[in-house]
């Protein structure tokens, strides 16, 4: 912030959420053009934000539209942001009132879901057998990752002619999300999938891969014809220590107020667990104190947050603080809202449309 210049987050209290709209505007346009380069539908994953502005801002930038994880969450999506016209949800769905759900979603919107498992095509078929518009299915495929998805390109073929066989539903394609690094491994699968799958006369019309830690290597699986990063509109201490992004690509902080220092190396904040996410994601400490790096923060209650230093601390009570989280997809849900940062405008509030919809 350059001299005399009025610190915009003054006035805020912690512990807060802030998100710097112009780095938020930086991320989207950088994977964006790098989609357009070598020919790549973008179709993000709305978890990082779960924020109509920021939705508007991808589809603005180009996504043709947008990933959700729950109905539920789709729902709210599209109740904030009406604007969207494409919808992908990335999870097998199951139960009488979910599938209720997604038959009301579908009249609303072009919808696609995904699959790996019969049981769930045949939910998914007795919804939908007496609907006008058969229901897109993407089958699920295991590129090593290791959770969710069909093991192998003959499982994908089987679990898809399935699809195409059932009643009220239209096979769509393949999905993936691949280990970081992976690429090589979607190229392999997926080849071999539709290969197998022309062989009985099934086109595929989508490949969808995705994940934010490799998506600088989403050309190396030109297979694939849409890509979902979620975590790249914010970033995040995990995405740093990666070496995805740096610091300045972090849209997201954590502001929070020093309310004691009861030690020379020690320091405790206003930002405890229900600020500041507990996912560890194979770091150390739980965040990272913006032009601190000597500061670790080492443990964390609900409200508190323990800093320690080798060094002198120097921090002060009432002092305030910016936090890089671990990962910033989790504390997104942890508040109801956020503050938008615009450069020197007054800061904005902005609620957060599809928090806690786990359903």
Request: proline share 5%; charged share 20%.
């Amino acid at each position: 912030m350059a001299p005399g210049t009025a610190d915009p987050t003054d006035g805020i209290d912690t512990p807060a959420v802030l998100v710097d709209m112009a780095v938020v505007q930086r991320n989207i346009d950088r994977f964006q053009s790098l989609a357009d380069r070598i020919g790549m539908k973008v179709r993000p994953h709305i978890k990082t934000h779960k924020l109509a502005e920021v939705t508007r801002m991808q589809l603005s930038a180009g996504a043709i539209g947008i990933t959700c994880q729950k109905v539920s969450e789709a729902e709210a999506m599209l109740d904030a942001c009406p604007e969207i016209r494409d919808l992908l949800i990335t999870y097998n769905i199951l139960g009488d009132e979910k599938l209720d759900h997604l038959r009301k979603l579908a009249r609303r919107v072009r919808l696609t879901v995904v699959a790996d498992n019969a049981t769930v095509v045949d939910g998914l078929s007795r919804a939908f057998a007496a609907e006008a518009e058969p229901l897109r299915v993407l089958v699920e495929c295991n590129t090593g990752a290791d959770r969710c998805g069909v093991a192998t390109p003959d499982e994908a073929c089987a679990l898809g002619l399935h699809i195409a066989a059932a009643a009220g539903l239209r096979f769509q394609g393949l999905m993936t999300y691949p280990p970081v690094g992976g690429a090589a491994s979607v190229q392999s699968f997926m080849t071999r999938a539709i290969a197998l799958l022309a062989d009985h006369g099934i086109a595929v019309e989508t490949v969808s891969s995705g994940g934010t830690p490799s998506m600088a290597q989403a050309g190396e699986a030109p297979v694939a014809t849409e890509y979902r990063p979620g975590t790249y509109a914010y970033n995040d201490r995990s995405l740093v220590a990666r070496g995805v992004c740096d610091w300045e690509d972090c849209a997201l902080t954590v502001l929070a107020t020093v309310v004691s220092t009861p030690d020379p190396h020690r320091a405790i904040i206003d930002a405890g667990s229900k600020a500041l996410t507990s996912d560890l994601l194979g770091l150390s400490g739980y965040g990272h104190v913006l032009g601190r790096p000597d500061i670790t923060i080492d443990q964390l209650s609900e409200e508190h947050g323990r800093l320690v230093s080798a060094l002198p601390i120097g921090l002060v009570v009432g002092q305030r603080i910016r936090i890089v989280p671990n990962h910033a997809c989790v504390v997104t849900n942890l508040f109801d809202s956020v503050i938008a940062i615009d450069g020197p405008a007054a800061p904005r509030t902005l609620r957060v449309a599809a928090r806690g919809k786990v359903v």
